[in-house]
C-alpha cells in the first residue's frame, strides 16, 4: 500500500511542474486521474484525500535566497564557465542526483528550487577550479539552527565536484556522534554508499548502494573516511594514490580535533605534494561545520594561535588553490575576527573576508520567532506554543546542585513524553516513519543530573512499551490500563480538535 501511495505522490507531484495546477482543485483533479492507473489498486478515496492535503502543505512552502556580502574584488567566473560544464555528457551528475533524492525525500519543489539557486550563488563565490592560478578564499554561510544548513553544503559539495573540485574536506565537529552523522549524510546524498558497512560485522547485511546511488553509480566519490571511523593516517598511508591519480573527486568527513587535522595535512605533504612547491596543485574546498565552535582564534596575544585554529590555516596552506567556508547559525565571534592582522600567509586567520552569504530559512521553519514573537499574543492570552511549568519544584527545581537527587520527573515532562509518542505514532501512520523525529529534553546544565533524567524517562516509556504491548489490542478492554488512557486522554486533549477540524 505505501509503495503504490509513494509511486502515486511522485507522479503527482512531477505532474504539478506546471504551476498553474498547483491549486487545490487542480491537485484533487489530478490525483484522480492519475489514479485511474491500474497500477494503484488499493488507494482508497481516504488515501487519495490524505495525499491531496499533503501535497497542498508541501507546495504551500517557499525559501527565499537570502542576502549575500560580497568584497569589492569579487569576479563572477560561474556563468563564464557553465557552458563548459553542461558540455560534458553528463552535466552536473552529482548535483542531478542529489536534487532527485531531495524530490524522494519529498522536500517541497520550491525548497529544491531555492536549495539549487542558493548553492549556485555559494559556489560561484568560490575560487573557480578551473584557474589554475593560486588563488585562496575565505567565506562563510549563515544560516537558522536545524532549518537545512546539512542539506545545503551537501548540495555545495555535489556542485563543487560537478565543477571541478578534486578534493573536499568536510569538517564536522569535535565530537565523534557528531562526525559520524555527518558521513552518514554525505554518504547518502554524495557519495551513494554506505562507508561504515563493512567496518562494523552486524553491517554487512545492510544495502552496499544507499541514497543517491538509487539513481546512478557510475562515478562513485572516492572517501577516505567512514561513518565508524575517523581519518586515520596509519591506514591511509597504506594507500599511497596521490589525490591526483582519483579519476572522481575524494572526500573527507573529519572531527575537528588538532591531531586529526594535523596527520591529514602531514598526510598531504607526503603523498600528494608537488615535489618543487610541496604544495597540492589540485583545488580543494574544504566546509567548516558549525564554524563558530573551535575554529576561532581564542588566544589573547596577537602573535599566538590557538591549536585548532593553527591546524586549520596550516591544512588550508597545503594547496596552493583552496577554498575555506564556514557554515554556522551564530557567526558573531567569526565576524569580529581581526581582518587586519599582517600575517605571514601560513597565519592567516578564518576571517569571511572574501563573501558572507545569509540563508533563509523556509517559510514552514519553526523557529524562535514563531515561538517567541508570532507565538505570544498581543492580549492577555496563553502563549500559542510555550506551557509554563509549574509541578517541578519539588522533584527538579529550577536551582538545583550537581548531587541532586532525582527519584522522579515532574508530571508534566511524562505528559510531554506522551504527546510525543501520540505525535509520532500519527507521522507513523502517515507514512512518514522513515523521516526524522526527536524530543529534546534539557532540564538541567549538569550531565549527571542529565543521565538522571535519561534513566527516568527510559523507566516510564518501558512502562508504557510493556501496556501496549500486553493490552493495546484488547480494544475498549485496553483503555483500563492506566498507561493506555494516559495516551488517549494525551491524544483528546492536544490532538483530537485539530484532527476533527480537519476531518469533519
Known sequence: MKEQIDMLDNMVSQGLADSARRTPEGIRDLIASVRQAPIFP??????????????EERIGVSMGLGATVDASDFEPWLETVRPEIESGSE??????????????????????????QVTDKILGRLGNPRDKRSWDRKGMVVGHVQSGKTANYTGLVCKAADAGYRLIIVIAGIHNNLRNQTQGRIDEGFIGRDTGRLAQMGNREKPKLIGVAEFSDKFTPVSLTNTIRDFNKATATSNTSQ?????????????KNMHTLRNLTEWLREHSANHSSEMVDQPMLLIDDEADNASINVKYGKSEVSRINSQIRELLGVF?????????????????IDPEQDEAMEEEDLFPRDFIIGLDAPDNYFGPRKVFLDGIPDEEEE???????????DVLPIRHKIDHDLVSVPPSMIEALRAFLVARTIRDLRGQSDQHASMLVNASRFTRVQSLIRNRLQEALDTI???????????????????????????????????HAAFT
Open 465 to 499: 512499551r510493556d501496556s501496549i504491548r500486553v493490552n493495546a489490542s484488547l480494544g475498549e478492554q485496553g483503555i483500563r490500563d492506566p498507561e493506555i488512557e494516559a495516551l488517549r486522554n494525551i491524544w483528546a486533549s492536544e490532538f483530537y480538535e485539530a484532527w
Open 42 to 55: 488499493d488507494v482508497t478515496d481516504d488515501d487519495a484525500e490524505m495525499l491531496a492535503r499533503e501535497i
Open 383 to 393: 502563549p500559542l506554543y510555550l506551557r509554563n511549568i509549574t509541578d517541578n519544584e
Open 91 to 116: 552535466p552536473w551528475y552529482y548535483w542531478t542526483r542529489y536534487k532527485k533524492l531531495l524530490f524522494k525525500k519529498k522536500l517541497p519543489q520550491d525548497v529544491i528550487h531555492g536549495t539549487d
Open 243 to 255: 589525490i591526483a591519480s582519483y579519476a572522481v573527486p575524494v572526500v573527507l568527513v573529519i572531527k
Open 320 to 336: 596552493r588553490r583552496s577554498c575555506y567556508v564556514g557554515y554556522t547559525a551564530t557567526p558573531f565571534a567569526n565576524i569580529f
